[in-house]
């Protein structure tokens, strides 16, 4: 892992060097990234105890792109994060938790620190070769295979499924993978793609079509994910000035002692003149559960086939410029069932100045407990992001 990232700087040194010697040659080497700091306050309330934890998080993510010729693009990222506060410390496994879930196949990451209170950990979260030619594009390598079409909800994202509570991950999980795509129209296009694996059981391999049709964009995919054969479909378009999107897959398991499964989902959006936007979504996860406590939220086994713990969800948000600088937005999912789950997820975003932001976002579960109706969770989050 550190031979990989030695290797990545020394390629982005060499080629900024070679990029400023001449100002003739158009620019091939483009660096960019961010720093950012996550103060967290987390409030856990059992029938127990009631506990308030502090935590905090410092991130910095570099984007390196070399674009070696008119048909051969390499990028690779490295995301760098500082863990402190009382989570790291009352967790003698943190470490070895978010180490467990940063790679793919590929062991591409390393802890550099761990200690009492401090985890410190690196790794490599793009690194891929892309090969551009007409209508074929050909990468290579770990990268993010998105094919989903829905903004809260991604059935179709069999690759690196994603979960709506982890905000502040705006790349989004990658996959050390193969993708071949040709574009057979404007707005059309077939491919195929596959991870990386060492036995059969690990498979995850699609095709996928897509085409424009009366204003529409839609995908049919097929393959197969692990134990399990996969159908999928989605689309996206308008009815007059509401925008509709719909994604659903199918999951026929090849295990006999392993039932099938489906996941679906449905939203509309609308924005005003004034740039109010609305939004509102439908899943259903055959998965699913109607009693689990909403604290799974955080925790469960996050796939394109259970992309949420319950059976039925109920999504709305609504953000509202108050000026060119600030941004509100309140987005709410309702579960119904026993557990009536309900996460509640405030934001507010304030630009700074150039390069710098401001974000306010809490995150609110309730669900029923007996006869009372509790809040196990609760969190709020205070971010400063410095792009450059």
Same mark, same amino acid.
């Given at each position: 892992?550190?031979?990989?990232?030695?290797?990545?700087?020394?390629?982005?040194?060499?080629?900024?060097?070679?990029?400023?010697?001449?100002?003739?040659?158009?620019?091939?080497?483009?660096?960019?990234?961010?720093?950012?700091?996550?103060?967290?306050?987390?409030?856990?309330?059992?029938?127990?105890?009631?506990?308030?934890?502090?935590?905090?998080?410092?991130?910095?993510?570099?984007?390196?792109?070399?674009?070696?010729?008119?048909?051969?693009?390499?990028?690779?990222?490295?995301?760098?994060?500082?863990?402190?506060?009382?989570?790291?410390?009352?967790?003698?496994?943190?470490?070895?938790?978010?180490?467990?879930?940063?790679?793919?196949?590929?062991?591409?990451?390393?802890?550099?620190?761990?200690?009492?209170?401090?985890?410190?950990?690196?790794?490599?979260?793009?690194?891929?070769?892309?090969?551009?030619?007409? *209508?074929?594009?050909?990468?290579?390598?770990?990268?993010?295979?998105?094919?989903?079409?829905?903004?809260?909800?991604?059935?179709?994202?069999?690759?690196?499924?994603?979960?709506?509570?982890?905000?502040?991950?705006?790349?989004?999980?990658?996959?050390?993978?193969?993708?071949?795509?040709?574009?057979?129209?404007?707005?059309?296009?077939?491919?195929?793609?596959?991870?990386?694996?060492?036995?059969?059981?690990?498979?995850?391999?699609?095709?996928?079509?897509?085409?424009?049709?009366?204003?529409?964009?839609?995908?049919?995919?097929?393959?197969?994910?692990?134990?399990?054969?996969?159908?999928?479909?989605?689309?996206?378009?308008?009815?007059?000035?509401?925008?509709?999107?719909?994604?659903?897959?199918?999951?026929?398991?090849?295990?006999?002692?392993?039932?099938?499964?489906?996941?679906?989902?449905?939203?509309?959006?609308?924005?005003?003149?004034?740039?109010?936007?609305?939004?509102?979504?439908?899943?259903?996860?055959?998965?699913?559960?109607?009693?689990?406590?909403?604290?799974?939220?955080?925790?469960?086994?996050?796939?394109?086939?259970?992309?949420?713990?319950?059976?039925?969800?109920?999504?709305?948000?609504?953000?509202?410029?108050?000026?060119?600088?600030?941004?509100?937005?309140?987005?709410?999912?309702?579960?119904?069932?026993?557990?009536?789950?309900?996460?509640?997820?405030?934001?507010?975003?304030?630009?700074?100045?150039?390069?710098?932001?401001? *974000?306010?976002?809490?995150?609110?579960?309730? *669900?029923?407990?007996?006869?009372?109706?509790?809040?196990?969770?609760?969190?709020?989050?205070?971010?400063?992001?410095?792009?450059?």
């Amino acid at each position: 892992m550190k031979k990989i990232i030695s290797i990545l700087f020394l390629i982005a040194c060499v080629c900024h060097t070679q990029a400023q010697e001449t100002e003739e040659k158009p620019q091939r080497f483009f660096v960019s990234g961010y720093v950012k700091t996550l103060q967290t306050a987390i409030a856990f309330h059992t029938p127990f105890f009631d506990t308030l934890f502090t935590d905090n998080l410092l991130h910095n993510r570099i984007n390196t792109r070399w674009d070696i010729n008119e048909k051969w693009i390499f990028r690779g990222d490295l995301r760098t994060r500082i863990f402190y506060g009382e989570l790291v410390k009352q967790n003698p496994q943190y470490a070895e938790q978010v180490e467990a879930t940063a790679n793919d196949f590929f062991d591409l990451s390393t802890v550099l620190i761990d200690r009492d209170a401090i985890v410190m950990h690196s790794m490599i979260d793009r690194f891929y070769l892309e090969y551009l030619n007409g *209508n074929w594009e050909i990468r290579l390598g770990r990268q993010r295979v998105n094919w989903g079409i829905n903004t809260v909800w991604n059935p179709n994202d069999i690759f690196n499924a994603f979960s709506f509570t982890d905000f502040d991950y705006e790349e989004r999980p990658g996959s050390d993978a193969l993708r071949v795509r040709y574009f057979t129209g404007f707005a059309s296009s077939v491919e195929f793609a596959i991870k990386a694996f060492d036995n059969w059981d690990e498979v995850v391999a699609a095709g996928l079509v897509k085409w424009n049709k009366w204003n529409y964009d839609f995908q049919v995919m097929a393959g197969i994910v692990e134990r399990d054969l996969v159908l999928g479909t989605g689309w996206a378009g308008n009815i007059k000035e509401v925008g509709l999107k719909g994604e659903a897959s199918y999951f026929h398991s090849l295990v006999d002692t392993v039932e099938h499964s489906f996941t679906g989902t449905l939203s509309l959006d609308y924005s005003l003149k004034k740039g109010t936007f609305f939004s509102a979504g439908f899943l259903y996860n055959s998965n699913g559960a109607s009693s689990t406590d909403v604290g799974e939220l955080f925790s469960f086994d996050l796939s394109a086939k259970n992309l949420y713990p319950y059976q039925f969800a109920l999504f709305t948000q609504v953000s509202q410029p108050f000026s060119p600088l600030l941004n509100g937005g309140l987005a709410l999912i309702y579960s119904p069932g026993q557990s009536n789950a309900l996460f509640i997820n405030p934001t507010l975003t304030y630009s700074m100045a150039a390069n710098w932001d401001l *974000n306010l976002t809490g995150q609110l579960s309730f *669900n029923q407990a007996g006869a009372e109706y509790v809040s196990p969770v609760q969190a709020v989050f205070l971010r400063v992001k410095y792009s450059f």
